[in-house]
């Protein structure tokens, strides 16, 4: 599976999820790139987009996305830490076009 996270996401979180293909929208080179941009970029390229946003939902129209949205909540790395298994677990899970929110 091929998982973006969005820049604000911390890059150890990445270690939680070894069997996947992980890349951040820095490594991309979209790093400043509005969150329309991002989703149409990603788009096609990526399976998952892992961000902290709680706003993309509500900015987007995500009507027909195929790429799976996982929101997570906090970037904080050591709120983050403590779920890993969850944030695992919902990247796993994610499929075309869903939105899934992880709560704390």
Do not use: C, H, S
């Not at 329309?36 to 900015?59: C, H, P, S, T, W």
């Amino acid at each position: 599976m091929k998982i973006l996270f969005d820049e604000n996401l911390p890059r150890p979180l990445r270690q939680f999820l070894p069997a996947d293909e992980v890349t951040t929208v820095q490594e991309a080179g979209w790093a400043g790139f509005k969150n329309g941009a991002l989703l149409a970029m990603a788009e096609g390229k990526y399976d998952v987009f892992v961000i902290a946003d709680k706003n993309l939902r509500y900015q987007q129209n995500l009507t027909d996305r195929r790429l799976a949205i996982v929101e997570l909540p906090t970037n904080r790395w050591p709120v983050l830490k403590q779920m890993a298994a969850r944030i695992a677990t919902a990247v796993k899970n994610a499929r075309p076009g869903t939105y899934t929110v992880v709560t704390e």
